[in-house]
């Protein structure tokens, strides 16, 4: 894979913005994101690019990004009295929480834990 376009970050930032005022199912995020997947395109990340694709799709089928990513992800909690640290799972998230974690995912892909729930995400996206 090449580097990616530093511009790629700015369409980043102007997605996120665009999900804070019109919501994650807005048309415009959804061309937002395939402006973004231009730049994967450009540095040779299939996962990315594809990943970015379904999800355009997705929003534009469903007039909203359905799939609740962060459900699944566990956060730690306050320290019990033992010093362990307790987790727990993540109940619902709202579609702009969980958009915005997975245009974290993407923009930072090349770390192999994003990389690995990349696949995973591209797959439900599949199967949606």
Partial sequence: MKELNPKAG???ETIVKTIDQEGAGSETVSE???ELREFFIESEDPTVTKV???ASEHIAE???FELN???DV???EE???ENETTGALLEEYSPEDNLKYLLTLCMDANNKYNREELFEIRDQLMDW
């Fill in 10 to 12: 700015k369409v980043y």
């Fill in 32 to 34: 937002l994101l395939l």
């Fill in 52 to 54: 970015l694709r379904l």
């Fill in 62 to 64: 469903n007039g909203n």
């Fill in 69 to 71: 990513i962060l459900s």
């Fill in 74 to 76: 566990e956060v730690a």
């Fill in 79 to 81: 320290e019990d009295e």
